[in-house]
Structure formats: structure tokens, C-alpha cells
């Protein structure tokens, strides 16, 4: 055999065992990438809150709020209900709102993302389904599996494995799903809410809120509010904290004499609601805010004690009669949080985006 026949027959031999491998070899599952919660949240969004839910476990509030949450109305604990409560593996939650035109009703959807088993947690809605009398149906959606009730016309769930799940209804959720798989840019590219969460800071609850022209009068209803300098705040930021409860509000305005006049009009406010909002709360946690206007940003950095959040989100949740208004009041710690230089919003004065998503 000549050398070059002897290379030829090598070179086969190879190639056959190549190709042997490649088709005998198990098939391996690839799973999709793992996303955050912003991750799957449109880019064109108005409004998106996030959650960090591990931080929520670490505060008082929190563990109780998650204890409650725990129980279904009517059906008793979720966790006897599924024998392993999606909560549990729940680490982030954002919530987003779409923007729709003016005239179109504001739609809400949910990503959940944790360390949850995508078979056992669709397994768990179906029970919930069942449970409430309905009849779950389960569709594929791209990698996604879906859950609806058959006889409901409003909401469903999809979730594929390694998550997120998403919580929508129609288009908002279609959005989501195709957010995820890449179709559609995330909030992540968008630089005014990527702006003003640089601003606010790292904190366990952010929300970020884009406000078109003409907010303030669709919001109360009044034409006069054209004239507020409120209505022409075109972003907002809150950053909360639970253990210590911290606040941190961020205000962007189309101007610094518009920002200074902002700041005036919540100073008043807090001195002017000061006993209203004793009467309904038993005390005043505005009394100590600090606000302050630096270029086109109004800053408000508020600290609560833990009875102030708990008492607060009773009242707004309607489970707590108003305090008697000579409840004494409980001291908060007086240390502000440390200020930074002038911020820049300049992405915020570009309309809340509608354009291409992409992520």
C-alpha cells in the first residue's frame, strides 16, 4: 500500500469514527439561557417595578407578607395544595406596564425567575385551577407552556424550564414571551429606566416610571392640572429598602427652575398633609423627609420605622381602621442617606419609547 493510500485510509477511518460519535452519543437537552426578571420585561414599558425576594424574606414585613401570601382564599395553604410552594423558590419579581395608546386600557404583567422545576410548578397551577372549580388547558407558546383556564376569558401563565414564568393577558404577554426568547428587545436597552435605577441606587423594591405629556390631567381629571409644575415631571424613580426601611424617591423635570419649583411644592405638602395624614397613619413619617433640587432632579430620601410600613400598607389595603389620633408617635432615626453629586437624567426627557424592542 502506498503512502498515500495508507494517509487516504487513515483519514477515512477518522471520519467514520467522527461521525459514529456525533449519532450514537445521547442527545443532550439544551436548556434555555437562565434570564433575570428584567430579562423578559418589554422595552417599551411605561412602568417596572422589581423585587428582590430573598430581601423581602430577611425583613419582618416581608416574612409576614410572604407567610400571608401563602394562604389562598378558600383553598388553604399553597404549600399543602402543591407540597412545594413556588414562593419558596421565588428570588426576583418584576412587574411591568405597557405603553398603549391614550385611549386604550393600561394592562399589567408579572416575570417571576427562582430556582423553580417548570414541571412541577405548572403541575402546582393546574392544582390551583382545579381547586378554584376551573379547568386548566396547557398550550405550547414557542419554549414556553402555557396554562389558562378554559372558562376564564382573562389571564394566563407560561413558564418554559430554567424560567422565567410570566403572568399576562393576550398581547402582554406574548410580549414578554417573545422578550425572553430574544424577538424583542428588553427594558434593559432602554437608557431612561436604565437611568433613573442608576440613580435611585440598589435597593430590595425599585420601581421606574416613564410619564407621557398631559399625565396629571388624565390622572385627576382636571384640566387645570396643565398648569401644576407636576405635570411636568417626565420620570420617577422609588428605591425601597425593608431592614432598615429606607425611601429614596427620584424626580426628573424638564428644567432646574421647574425641579426648584417641584421641591417647594412637596415641602409644602409634607408640612400642609402633615395632619391628615397623622390622623390616618397615627403619625406623620414625612415630618423628617429630606428634599432637595439639584439641576432637572428633585430628590426626596425619607426613613421609616418598620411599624410605619406595616401600618401604612394595612391602612392601604383596608385591614386596619384609621389610628386614634393620640396614638403617640414612634421616633425615627434622624441619619439621612449620603447625597451624591448632581445627577443626569438627560434620557428622561425623550418620550416613553415606542419604537423597536431588543434585548
Same mark, same amino acid.
Given at each position: ?10 483519514? @477515512?477511518?477518522v ?8 449519532? /450514537?452519543? !445521547? /442527545?443532550?437537552?439544551e436548556? !434555555?439561557?437562565?434570564? =433575570? ?10 412602568? %417596572? ?8 424574606r ?8 410572604? /407567610? ?7 383553598l388553604g =395553604?399553597?404549600?399543602?395544595?402543591c ?7 421565588? &428570588?426576583?419579581l ?7 395608546? $391614550? ?8 416575570? $417571576?425567575?427562582?430556582e ?33 383556564? &378554559? ?6 401563565? /407560561? ?7 410570566? @403572568?399576562?393577558e ?18 434593559? =436597552? ?9 440613580e ?9 416610571l ?8 388624565r390622572?385627576?381629571g ?5 398648569a401644576? !409644575?407636576?405635570?411636568? %415631571? ?12 429606607? %425611601? ?37 413619617p ?12 428633585? &430628590? ?13 400598607s394595612?391602612?392601604? @389595603?383596608?385591614?386596619?381602621p ?15 442617606? =449620603?447625597? %451624591? ?19
Amino acid at each position: 500500500m502506498t503512502r498515500e493510500r495508507r494517509a487516504e485510509s487513515v483519514l @477515512l477511518l477518522v471520519l467514520i469514527a467522527a461521525l459514529v460519535w456525533v449519532f /450514537a452519543r !445521547p /442527545a443532550v437537552r439544551e436548556e !434555555p439561557v437562565r434570564l =433575570s426578571a428584567l430579562g423578559a420585561v418589554p422595552r417599551d414599558a411605561m412602568l %417596572v417595578l422589581t423585587l428582590d425576594a430573598d430581601a423581602l424574606r430577611k425583613s419582618t414585613w416581608g416574612r409576614d407578607l410572604l /407567610a400571608h401570601g401563602q394562604n389562598l382564599r378558600g383553598l388553604g =395553604s399553597l404549600d399543602t395544595l402543591c407540597h412545594d410552594s413556588p414562593l419558596e423558590r421565588l &428570588r426576583e419579581l418584576a412587574l411591568f406596564v405597557p405603553t398603549v395608546p $391614550a385611549d386604550e386600557a393600561l394592562d399589567v404583567g408579572v416575570v $417571576a425567575q427562582g430556582e423553580f422545576d417548570a414541571e412541577v410548578t405548572l403541575a402546582c397551577i393546574e392544582r390551583v385551577v382545579n381547586a378554584r372549580g376551573g379547568s386548566p388547558i396547557r398550550s405550547p407558546l414557542g419554549s414556553f407552556t402555557s396554562i389558562r383556564d &378554559r372558562g376564564a376569558s382573562r389571564g394566563e401563565i /407560561a413558564m418554559r424550564q430554567g424560567g422565567p414564568l410570566i @403572568l399576562g393577558e393576550g398581547r402582554t404577554l406574548r410580549l414578554a414571551v417573545d422578550t425572553a426568547e430574544g424577538r424583542s428587545e428588553s427594558v434593559r =436597552s432602554n437608557e431612561a429606566h436604565s437611568g433613573l435605577r442608576v440613580e435611585v441606587g440598589p435597593h430590595a423594591l425599585i420601581v421606574s416610571l416613564l410619564l407621557p405629556p398631559g399625565w396629571l390631567t388624565r390622572v385627576t381629571g382636571l384640566e387645570v392640572a396643565r398648569a401644576s !409644575p407636576l405635570a411636568q %415631571v417626565r420620570a420617577a424613580a422609588v428605591g425601597i429598602d425593608l431592614e432598615p426601611v429606607k %425611601v429614596d424617591v427620584v424626580l426628573g423635570c424638564e428644567s432646574d427652575a421647574l425641579a426648584r419649583e417641584v421641591a417647594r411644592i412637596l415641602e409644602g405638602f409634607s408640612k400642609d398633609a402633615g395632619g391628615l395624614i397623622e390622623l390616618e397613619l397615627g403619625r406623620n413619617p414625612l415630618e423628617r423627609a429630606k428634599i432637595s433640587a439639584r439641576g432637572r432632579v428633585v &430628590r426626596l430620601q425619607l426613613d421609616l420605622d418598620t411599624k410605619d410600613l406595616d401600618t401604612l400598607s394595612r391602612r392601604l @389595603l383596608g385591614q386596619l381602621p384609621a389610628a386614634a389620633p393620640g396614638d403617640a408617635p414612634i421616633g425615627v432615626d434622624d441619619a439621612g442617606r =449620603s447625597r %451624591v453629586d448632581e445627577p443626569s437624567l438627560a434620557a428622561t426627557d425623550a418620550q416613553p419609547p415606542t419604537g423597536d424592542a431588543g434585548d
